[in-house]
């Protein structure tokens, strides 16, 4: 079964506008990670914020996570046209080192 | 160093045949896990291993599927009899010791006609 739901399914923007896509999950996690996808093939690790984080950044991104309203978010700031990929939310359902749960994910568009 | 490697890149077959689905994971991860992902979807969750055992077969679709891992190294998926619907990519990732992030190889993409 799916636990994090994406929202919105696809984004298009222009290079240099910021990105944000927003996730939401149904059980108690212990970390919330994003994935980034680029045609259909192997998944890369963005960044992982834990279940006592609120916000965390790593170069463009800044995540932000919710716990109270099972939701988060991944900002990509000054968007390049090589970030157009698919977002993926997944978390662990409060079982560490276990199977992530993903949602379906944004499809990013980004456009010169 | 070498990431997460997984054989066939591609592979075509029909109705009823089956498939062998191999993934090298990243050398001393512990972990291994196998997801399917079907078009436009998210990844769906198949198996996991630690070491050579499998504590988490859950997500295996029906008892046409079967996985192994030799040696807490390789791993194949099996896929008996296989059906139009199983068609999908096929991710494999490693995780290691201690870690949460999963590292994925580049899927193993099954067409069965």
């Known amino acids: 079964s799916q636990q994090g739901e994406e929202d919105p399914q696809a984004l298009s923007i222009q290079e240099g506008e910021n990105a944000t896509m927003n996730c939401s999950y149904k059980?108690?996690?212990?970390?919330l990670q994003w994935y980034r996808q680029n045609s259909g093939r192997g998944l890369v690790h963005l960044i992982l914020i834990r279940s006592n984080e609120r916000e965390k950044h790593s170069g463009r991104l800044r995540v932000t996570l919710d716990t109270s309203k099972k939701s988060s978010s991944l900002l990509i700031t000054a968007s390049r046209a090589a970030d157009t990929a698919s977002y993926f939310c997944a978390t662990d359902a409060n079982q560490a080192g276990t199977a992530l749960i993903f949602g379906k994910g944004t499809t990013l568009s980004v456009s010169s | 160093g070498a990431g997460v490697s997984q054989s066939p890149s591609n592979k075509v077959t029909e109705k009823g045949k089956d498939v062998e689905l191999r993934c090298d994971p990243i050398s001393g991860h512990t972990a291994l896990y196998w997801y399917r992902q079907s078009l436009g979807q998210g990844l769906e969750f198949l198996i996991y291993?630690?070491?050579?055992?499998?504590?988490?077969k859950s997500g295996l679709p029906s008892d046409r599927f079967s996985a192994e891992r030799t040696g807490g190294s390789v791993s194949t998926l099996t896929i008996q009899r296989t059906q139009q619907e199983d068609s999908a990519v096929y991710l494999c990732?490693?995780?290691?010791?201690?870690?949460?992030?999963?590292?994925f190889g580049p899927g193993t993409r099954l067409l069965v006609l």
């Open positions: 990732a490693s995780r290691p010791q201690g870690q949460e992030t999963q590292y």
């Open positions: 059980t108690s996690i212990n970390n």
């Open positions: 291993f630690q070491g050579n055992s499998a504590p988490d």
